[in-house]
């Protein structure tokens, strides 16, 4: 149980163009979602919280009109990424949890590259 | 401000040895503890966790890691290295409101 996917696994864009990624919760309704993104050969950095419904919290130095997140419903959250630029390049992680749960429920992660 | 700190980048093992990989933690109280692993280009999975209680926490692959808290320590242990245990290995904090903290990770290679 507690299953996370993210769609895409891997994508390439062109650098001024938007990408969009999915996060879902398969098998449970996430109260809460997690953004996170992992530079190369680096630890996980929260970019935001979101709970179904309300406005994304971003983290200090995250830019919230670069980094789009919809909570729209239990089991979905996407995160876009507005205007790429190759230094977006990174591995985006999404998480979730629910009810008073400290636990989080990680996806198996999306590659965006932009060229 | 909480923060996490993984004194080892690479951990080199050969296979069927014991393991230990170090974790310390910042933090006015005591947090949640986890620790995670992540295999290359996937997500992260979740190997065990403290809340409170019994300081000696058992996860899942054979893993266990103890809490000390006059050290400020949950270091990971295995007695008995496999070589698919080589993957990244994340310990993480959480000193509230799901604010979780990761280490810089301790990448794990296992030779036979």
């Known amino acids: 149980g507690a299953v996370v996917s993210q769609h895409p696994s891997w994508v390439i864009c062109k650098s001024g163009t938007s990408v969009k990624i999915e996060c879902r919760s398969l098998?449970?309704?996430?109260?809460?979602m997690f953004w996170y993104r992992q530079f190369p050969k680096q630890s996980l950095m929260l970019m935001a919280t979101?709970?179904?419904?309300?406005?994304?919290?971003?983290e200090q130095g995250v830019e919230k009109d670069k980094f789009l997140i919809n909570h729209a419903s239990l089991t979905l959250s996407t995160l876009t990424v507005t205007s790429a630029h190759p230094e977006d390049s990174s591995f985006y992680i999404c998480?979730?949890?629910?009810?008073?749960?400290?636990?989080?429920?990680f996806g198996p992660g999306t590659r965006l590259t932009v060229t | 401000a909480q923060s996490v700190t993984q004194p080892d980048i690479h951990i080199t093992v050969s296979e069927g040895a014991s393991l230990e990989l170090r974790c310390n933690y910042s933090?006015?109280?005591?947090?949640?503890l986890f620790w995670y692993v992540q295999s290359p280009g996937q997500g992260l999975q979740l190997l065990l966790k403290y809340f409170s209680g019994d300081t000696l926490v058992q996860g899942i692959k054979g893993f266990e890691a103890e809490f000390k808290r006059s050290q400020s320590s949950f270091n990971l242990r295995k007695p008995s290295v496999h070589w698919s245990d080589a993957a990244e290995y994340f310990c993480?904090?959480?000193?509230?409101?799901?604010?979780?903290?990761f280490g810089i990770g301790t990448k794990l290679q296992v030779i036979p």
């Open positions: 979101s709970n179904e419904g309300s406005k994304a919290t971003y």
């Open positions: 098998d449970f309704q996430a109260t809460t």
């Open positions: 993480a904090v959480d000193g509230g409101y799901q604010k979780v903290t």
């Open positions: 933090y006015g109280a005591t947090p949640y």
């Open positions: 998480s979730a949890s629910f009810g008073d749960s400290y636990e989080q429920y």
